[in-house]
């Protein structure tokens, strides 16, 4: 039985950790569904879900609330492309050097239930119970950052995560990514896991809503468009893989009982933060689409 808030295993994209090396299970033939985040299971980017609080925390004004909110338009009706994501990443990696981790965990933490679960797809809170109730084990890969993305897998009841890790040195992001779960890599993560869990890919299940994911689509033996954008859409129908669309946002504790959510004017701060990296996105589409 699906249950919230349970244990969730970071998986480390498959490299050697230490003395640690992956080494094959034992027992093949297991079964896992892959989940990308960002409007698949939630219904934004989960890098711009933020930017609401930090206006109320007085951290960001009006004009760049409505900035960061056409850069979600943007994304949500167009997607982002490689050359969007890449500019993205190299924003963002730049801008959390000098972050103290426990302190954006925390804050993570405490803002976690208000900003994410109202976001979550019914649809896809429906999947998670039918691949569990199946024995299936469920995995969220994105390029999202892994203190993003590991609580709301453990929110999810996830199993696994496989998320972007930024270089940490003295407790604090130092600006570099040690591992960027992106595109081709996301297939690789998954490949490798399979080879540790002993997954069978021709029997596992894959759902992402991005041309960027086909390869981590491609990967395993049912792949699902959700949402596509207009590129994987096509591949969708030339490539006759099933397309979904999921378009009922609801509360996850109108599904399962979830504590109380815990704002603080530290979380309001961060998640506006991560609001700037929208407005930056959006300032760039907008004079793409000018020129």
Same mark, same amino acid.
């Given at each position: 039985?699906?249950?919230?808030?349970?244990?969730?295993?970071?998986y480390?994209?498959?490299?050697?950790t230490g003395?640690?090396a992956?080494?094959?299970? !034992?027992?093949r033939?297991?079964?896992?569904?892959?989940?990308?985040l960002?409007?698949t299971i939630?219904?934004?980017? *989960?890098?711009?879900?933020?930017?609401?609080p930090?206006?109320?925390?007085?951290?960001? *004004?009006?004009?760049?609330?409505?900035?960061s909110?056409?850069?979600?338009?943007?994304?949500?009706?167009g997607?982002a492309d490689?050359?969007?994501?890449?500019?993205?990443?190299?924003?963002m990696?730049a801008?959390?050097?000098g972050?103290d981790?426990?302190?954006?965990k925390e804050?993570?933490?405490?803002?976690?239930?208000t900003?994410v679960d !109202?976001l979550? #797809?019914d649809?896809?809170?429906?999947?998670?119970?039918?691949?569990h109730?199946?024995?299936?084990?469920?995995?969220?890969?994105?390029?999202?950052?892994v203190?993003?993305?590991?609580?709301?897998?453990?929110?999810?009841?996830?199993?696994d995560?496989?998320?972007?890790?930024?270089?940490v040195?003295?407790?604090?992001?130092?600006?570099?990514?040690?591992?960027?779960?992106?595109?081709?890599?996301?297939?690789?993560?998954?490949?490798?896991?399979a080879?540790?869990?002993? #997954?069978d890919?021709?029997?596992?299940?894959? #759902?992402?809503?991005?041309?960027?994911?086909?390869?981590?689509?491609?990967?395993?033996?049912?792949?699902h468009?959700v949402?596509?954008?207009?590129e994987?859409?096509?591949?969708?129908?030339?490539?006759?893989?099933?397309?979904?669309v999921?378009?009922?946002?609801?509360?996850?504790?109108?599904?399962v009982?979830?504590?109380p959510a815990?704002?603080?004017l530290?979380?309001?701060?961060?998640?506006?933060?991560?609001a700037?990296?929208g407005v930056?996105?959006?300032?760039?589409?907008?004079?793409?689409?000018?020129?």
């Amino acid at each position: 039985m699906w249950t919230p808030g349970g244990p969730v295993h970071t998986y480390d994209g498959g490299m050697e950790t230490g003395d640690r090396a992956v080494r094959p299970h !034992p027992g093949r033939g297991r079964t896992a569904a892959f989940f990308d985040l960002d409007k698949t299971i939630i219904a934004k980017s *989960s890098t711009m879900a933020f930017t609401k609080p930090f206006q109320a925390g007085g951290l960001i *004004s009006r004009r760049h609330v409505l900035r960061s909110a056409y850069a979600q338009f943007v994304y949500v009706t167009g997607g982002a492309d490689h050359d969007q994501m890449e500019k993205m990443r190299a924003f963002m990696s730049a801008l959390c050097a000098g972050w103290d981790v426990a302190t954006v965990k925390e804050i993570v933490a405490e803002t976690l239930h208000t900003i994410v679960d !109202p976001l979550v #797809y019914d649809e896809a809170v429906s999947l998670i119970e039918g691949h569990h109730a199946q024995g299936h084990d469920v995995v969220i890969v994105s390029t999202s950052g892994v203190e993003l993305v590991e609580p709301i897998g453990e929110m999810l009841g996830a199993d696994d995560v496989i998320a972007t890790r930024l270089e940490v040195v003295d407790g604090r992001f130092t600006g570099e990514i040690d591992y960027y779960a992106y595109a081709e890599e996301k297939a690789e993560a998954i490949r490798r896991l399979a080879e540790e869990r002993g #997954y069978d890919l021709a029997g596992c299940f894959a #759902y992402s809503d991005s041309i960027t994911d086909e390869p981590m689509l491609a990967a395993v033996g049912h792949p699902h468009a959700v949402n596509p954008d207009r590129e994987l859409r096509r591949v969708a129908v030339s490539r006759d893989w099933p397309v979904l669309v999921f378009t009922k946002p609801v509360a996850l504790r109108s599904r399962v009982p979830l504590p109380p959510a815990k704002p603080t004017l530290a979380a309001l701060a961060v998640g506006g933060v991560v609001a700037v990296g929208g407005v930056l996105w959006a300032s760039a589409r907008k004079r793409r689409i000018g020129a």
